[in-house]
């Protein structure tokens, strides 16, 4: 029995990895708190959830109608660009911010139950998966309309997902953990996230900037921008350029890895810190 205690004591990882099976094992649970944080966005308004797709589609409508003339491109392929770019940032955004505010905002329930930290976790990034899930409706109505064919290139959309998930993860833990001992980091993401909103091309193109201008150094060191390209090139029946692809993955690997480590030995530290 002391042996035990021992080891357990000397083995945060496998206390880690028990707290990850567990939340996982309570998959249902999770997804059942991130649709009531959904919800609850929206008591008593008579659309409900539906407001998310709405203002989302106002805003790109109008931005686009705009920024169209601009870009000197037509408008229904601006459409499909800003469409996909915008879901797919307010996606990455908010798994920044409200991955940075996890433990915070769990704070009730990790001083008063004995469930796992990583339950947390996935709750973030399923709320966002649920309101991403929702604004997809935008660019497949702009699909219907402006008719884009699917090809071989469509079909690496769906890996490229999956690393934008495993991502969301890796940064809700990661920053999480951080935002949650400094409390005044959260402030400096904020500033931080609103600047790369405008570093990213999400409502202007890369190819407005020449490949030898130094400008494009706001691109190929831009993760976000790699991220944003593996998802939406595929779905314009395109196929990313192999530098995001390596930058992406590369970075998901030890987003992953890094952020397991300090889960692993300051999970049960985060009690004290919320």
């Not at 955004?93 to 930290?117: H, M, P």
């Not at 064919?149 to 991502?167: M, N, R, V």
């Not at 904020?190 to 030898?212: D, E, H, K, V, Y």
């Not at 314009?236 to 890094?258: I, K, N, Q």
């Amino acid at each position: 029995m002391n042996m035990q205690i021992v080891n357990r004591a000397e083995s945060p990882s496998i206390s880690a990895i028990n707290d990850i099976v567990g939340a996982f094992r309570h998959f249902r649970s999770c997804l059942f708190l991130a649709m009531t944080a959904v919800k609850l966005r929206y008591k008593r308004a008579i659309l409900g959830p539906v407001w998310i797709t709405l203002t989302t589609a106002i805003s790109i409508f109008f931005i686009g109608y705009l920024y169209s003339g601009f870009m000197a491109t037509g408008f229904g392929d601006y459409m499909l660009n800003i469409s996909l770019g915008w879901t797919a940032w307010h996606f990455m955004s908010d798994s920044v911010l409200q991955g940075a505010q996890t433990f915070q905002r769990g704070a009730g329930i990790i001083k008063n139950t004995n469930i796992e930290k990583f339950t947390l976790v996935l709750r973030t990034v399923l709320t966002n998966l649920i309101i991403f899930a929702h604004n997809l409706a935008i660019p497949l109505i702009v699909f219907a309309v402006v008719g884009v064919p699917f090809t071989l290139a469509t079909l690496l959309a769906i890996p490229a997902l999956g690393l934008i998930i495993l991502s969301a993860i890796s940064s809700g833990t990661l920053l999480g953990l951080v935002c949650a001992r400094y409390r005044d980091l959260y402030p400096l993401l904020q500033a931080g996230m609103r600047i790369c909103f405008f570093l990213t091309p999400i409502i202007w193109s890369p190819a407005l900037i020449s490949p030898n201008s130094p400008k494009r150094l706001f691109v190929n060191v831009n993760p976000f921008a790699h991220y944003l390209a593996i998802w939406r090139k595929p779905l314009m029946g395109e196929y990313p350029d192999a530098l995001s692809w390596y930058v992406t993955c590369g970075l998901t690997f030890f987003s992953l890895v890094l952020a397991f480590m300090a889960f692993a030995r300051y999970r049960r530290e985060i009690v004290f810190w919320v």
